[in-house]
């Protein structure tokens, strides 16, 4: 029971920590993600319109 509580604390203390410490990393991997994709997807239907 108090190995459970110490994790709860732990989870309750270090996720906003940890969101605020890699925010910034997350929204840049984020955006690197949508845009990749986004290419893979115009890059598609680039080669079907040209076939």
């Known amino acids: 029971m108090q190995d459970q ?3 709860k ?3 309750t203390l270090g996720v906003p920590i940890g969101i605020l410490a890699f925010d910034i990393d997350s929204l ?3 955006v690197g993600l949508v845009v ?3 290419l893979l997807f115009f890059g598609f239907f680039a080669s ?3 076939s």
Do not use: A, K, N
Request: proline share 0%; net charge negative; hydrophobic share 55%.
């Open 5 to 7: 509580l110490s994790i």
């Open 36 to 38: 990749e994709s986004s």
């Open 48 to 50: 079907v319109l040209r």
């Open 9 to 11: 604390e732990i989870f």
């Open 28 to 30: 840049i991997c984020f």
